[in-house]
């Protein structure tokens, strides 16, 4: 199985700061990555696919980069809605995996 | 508009089986995949299984043995088994939709969840 190394665990910032999250895939995934979103409570919601694309309806201060065995998802300007968890997930090999989350808490 | 929503017992007793069914209305099965994920209380992601647009399926190879996924069409509703359950199956079981954009998969819609707990 591909094994998705994301980083950090958790962050703290402060309204309008840029952050980036990064996800490791322990093979290469030719961009076959998502980034989710999800706030407490709620199901995972789609922000990135393929590695850079915004998904409809997501604002964008959302981007995502990346290629290979390295990805990145950054926030920049963060608002007081984009405190959640974000997970990455590949979708190159069976079975998909998914990162094991960062928490994004505002100071 | 897209929905789904998974239904099921929240409360299974050690070695028995777990029935779930997602339902999704705003689409047709017979054009989307619709895939299982089932979270921990520690918020770890687990790609379960998919059940295809044609009605293939597929399996996360740590739960082949006790994992079954069908559907039925006409209800539009996608159903979940797992036998041999134990407290580790504990979690919020998902279900969600994806297509293929361009050369990506997208998984763009997801259920409410249900949280389903092993115990006796």
């Known amino acids: 199985d591909i094994q998705m190394t994301q980083s950090p665990a958790s962050l703290s910032a402060s309204l309008g700061e840029t952050v980036s999250i990064e996800c490791l895939p322990s093979?290469?995934?030719?961009?076959?990555l998502a980034w989710y979103q999800q706030e407490s409570g709620k199901s995972p919601q789609l922000l990135i696919y393929?590695?850079?694309r915004l998904q409809d309806g997501v604002p964008s201060r959302f981007s995502g980069s990346g290629s290979g065995t390295r990805y990145s998802l950054k926030i920049s300007g963060i608002q007081p809605e984009d405190e959640a968890d974000y997970f990455c997930?590949?979708?190159?090999?069976?079975?998909?995996?998914f990162g094991g989350g960062t928490k994004l808490e505002l100071k | 508009q897209v929905q789904l929503k998974e239904s099921g017992p929240g409360l299974v007793q050690p070695s028995e089986t777990l029935s779930l069914t997602c339902t999704v209305s705003?689409?047709?099965?017979?054009?989307?995949?619709i895939h299982w994920v089932r979270q921990h209380s520690g918020k770890r992601l687990e790609w379960m299984g998919r059940?295809?647009?044609?009605?293939?399926?597929s399996y996360n190879s740590a739960f082949t043995s006790r994992l079954s996924i069908s559907r039925d069409t006409s209800t539009s509703q996608v159903f979940l088994k797992m036998n041999s359950l134990q407290t580790e199956d504990t979690g919020t079981y998902y279900c969600?939709?994806?297509?293929?954009?361009?050369?990506?998969?997208?998984?763009?819609?997801w259920g409410q969840g249900t949280s389903v707990t092993v115990s006796s």
């Open positions: 059940m295809w647009s044609d009605g293939a399926t």
């Open positions: 093979e290469g995934i030719s961009n076959d």
């Open positions: 997930q590949q979708s190159h090999k069976n079975p998909w995996t």
């Open positions: 969600a939709r994806s297509y293929i954009r361009g050369l990506n998969y997208v998984m763009d819609a």
């Open positions: 705003g689409f047709s099965l017979t054009s989307y995949s």
């Open positions: 393929g590695a850079t």
